[in-house]
């Protein structure tokens, strides 16, 4: 087993990695579950991994209620908050309480947050079962529900105690959401990691077939990248978790575009974010055009987008500029953006002019017709 420490001061936790670790979860748990009981919440989709974990956790002599909500990004809303804490407090979950997580990023989010505010703030553990939650989301304690206005804008800060991941859970998962997933390995090269990222150049495909040893190198790397950051920077003030947001503000306004629908996932608007951050950096003169052609080559090889119009949007630079300037990211008028100078030398650069993006984006699509 691979233990990965989150080193956060009195939030501290460990990230346990294993192949079979769902069905060992009880162990785990055990020390954690106040009067032999637990409450797990999870989506329809996850009902055989539920299975699992339930057997494992009477199993140590625990009994467990399980909350099943409906799959999808919809989840992350208001109306699913106030039943979800509403049932927690029917449940009689107290402060001292875990309230796992079951599920990919839509019910860590969820789940977090309603751990956030219940009585103030209760624990919760992570047990991850989608690559991207596995890689990114279970770990660094961001939590939200979405608003009208916008995905993400209504959360808190809320560590989990103990992330629980399983990469054989990956078995059941779609090959799609799977390959989106990758989007987020591939970033953590990308940002400071040239080795890695050839490691995804060499592996990536078998990775994406299913490998159990690539898979689970993939995940303990990301993961210890992603630990190694948010201990530097937990709550996003100096800069250097900002530098997990790669790809990110290309890509959100690629998936404004889409209407944040399943007609792009999250991990391909960032791999397709990704290549246009590094087309851009190379057309600025930043970085060097054989490293951009690199990682626009790796996605396409393993089937991720790597422009505008392989992610299926059809849409003018200044549309998505116009979607950017909604970005959360949004710092007295001005927004930072995620360049490189190469591939694993990604900074934040504050003096993007985005009347260059949009021509950098029209360009694109001109080229691409
Ligand atoms: N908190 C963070 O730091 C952070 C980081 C990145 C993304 N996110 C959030 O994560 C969410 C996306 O996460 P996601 O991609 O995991 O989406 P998701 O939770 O919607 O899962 C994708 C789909 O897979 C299904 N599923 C989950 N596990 C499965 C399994 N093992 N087998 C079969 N089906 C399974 C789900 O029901 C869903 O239909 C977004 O809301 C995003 O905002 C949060
Ligand atoms: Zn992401």
Same mark, same amino acid.
């Given at each position: 087993m691979t233990r990965i420490p989150v080193a956060l001061g009195a939030r501290s936790y460990d990230v346990a990695i294993e192949a079979g670790l769902l069905s060992r979860a009880g162990d785990h748990l055990a020390p954690l579950a106040r009067g032999r009981r637990m409450t797990i919440v999870t989506d329809e989709n996850v009902r055989p991994h539920l299975a699992t974990l339930q057997a494992s956790l009477a199993a140590t002599g625990i009994d467990s209620e399980a909350i099943v909500l409906p799959p !999808?990004?919809?989840?992350?809303s208001w109306r699913q908050l106030e039943a979800l804490t509403d049932r927690l407090l029917d449940l009689g979950v107290e402060r001292g309480d875990h309230v796992v997580a079951l599920g990919g990023g839509v019910i860590g989010d969820l789940v977090g947050f309603a751990c956030a505010i219940l009585k103030r703030g209760c624990h919760f553990i992570q047990v991850p079962t989608t690559l991207l939650a596995q890689v990114d989301s279970s770990v660094g304690g961001k939590t939200a529900i979405n608003a009208r206005a916008g995905k993400n804008l209504i959360g808190a800060f809320h560590q989990p105690s103990l992330v629980l991941i399983d990469p054989d859970t990956l078995d059941t998962l779609p090959a799609r959401q799977v390959r989106a997933g990758y989007a987020e390995v591939v970033k953590y090269g990308l940002i400071d990691d040239p080795d890695f990222f050839a490691w995804c150049e060499a592996n990536g495909a078998k990775l994406l077939a299913g490998d159990a040893a690539a898979r689970e190198y993939a995940i303990a790397h990301s993961v210890a990248a992603k630990a190694r950051i948010v201990a530097a920077d937990e709550r996003e003030t100096t800069g250097i978790r900002a +530098? +997990?947001? +790669? !790809?990110h503000t290309f890509g959100h306004a690629l998936e404004a575009e889409a209407g944040f629908s399943d007609r792009l996932l999250h991990g391909e608007a960032v791999a397709a974010g990704m290549a246009l951050a590094f087309a851009y950096s190379a057309e600025q003169g930043i970085a060097p055009t054989t490293d951009a052609e690199r990682v626009a080559r790796h996605l396409r090889a393993v089937g991720?987008?790597?422009?505008v119009r392989a992610a299926g949007i059809e849409a003018s630079g200044a549309a998505l500029v116009a979607h950017m300037l909604h970005d959360k990211k949004m710092d007295a008028g001005t927004l930072p953006f995620l360049l490189a100078r190469g591939i694993g030398r990604t900074y934040l650069d504050r003096a993007v002019d985005l009347g260059s993006v949009g021509a950098f984006l029209d360009a694109g699509m001109a080229r691409a017709a």
């Amino acid at each position: 087993m691979t233990r990965i420490p989150v080193a956060l001061g009195a939030r501290s936790y460990d990230v346990a990695i294993e192949a079979g670790l769902l069905s060992r979860a009880g162990d785990h748990l055990a020390p954690l579950a106040r009067g032999r009981r637990m409450t797990i919440v999870t989506d329809e989709n996850v009902r055989p991994h539920l299975a699992t974990l339930q057997a494992s956790l009477a199993a140590t002599g625990i009994d467990s209620e399980a909350i099943v909500l409906p799959p !999808g990004e919809g989840t992350k809303s208001w109306r699913q908050l106030e039943a979800l804490t509403d049932r927690l407090l029917d449940l009689g979950v107290e402060r001292g309480d875990h309230v796992v997580a079951l599920g990919g990023g839509v019910i860590g989010d969820l789940v977090g947050f309603a751990c956030a505010i219940l009585k103030r703030g209760c624990h919760f553990i992570q047990v991850p079962t989608t690559l991207l939650a596995q890689v990114d989301s279970s770990v660094g304690g961001k939590t939200a529900i979405n608003a009208r206005a916008g995905k993400n804008l209504i959360g808190a800060f809320h560590q989990p105690s103990l992330v629980l991941i399983d990469p054989d859970t990956l078995d059941t998962l779609p090959a799609r959401q799977v390959r989106a997933g990758y989007a987020e390995v591939v970033k953590y090269g990308l940002i400071d990691d040239p080795d890695f990222f050839a490691w995804c150049e060499a592996n990536g495909a078998k990775l994406l077939a299913g490998d159990a040893a690539a898979r689970e190198y993939a995940i303990a790397h990301s993961v210890a990248a992603k630990a190694r950051i948010v201990a530097a920077d937990e709550r996003e003030t100096t800069g250097i978790r900002a +530098l +997990l947001n +790669l !790809g990110h503000t290309f890509g959100h306004a690629l998936e404004a575009e889409a209407g944040f629908s399943d007609r792009l996932l999250h991990g391909e608007a960032v791999a397709a974010g990704m290549a246009l951050a590094f087309a851009y950096s190379a057309e600025q003169g930043i970085a060097p055009t054989t490293d951009a052609e690199r990682v626009a080559r790796h996605l396409r090889a393993v089937g991720l987008p790597d422009s505008v119009r392989a992610a299926g949007i059809e849409a003018s630079g200044a549309a998505l500029v116009a979607h950017m300037l909604h970005d959360k990211k949004m710092d007295a008028g001005t927004l930072p953006f995620l360049l490189a100078r190469g591939i694993g030398r990604t900074y934040l650069d504050r003096a993007v002019d985005l009347g260059s993006v949009g021509a950098f984006l029209d360009a694109g699509m001109a080229r691409a017709a």
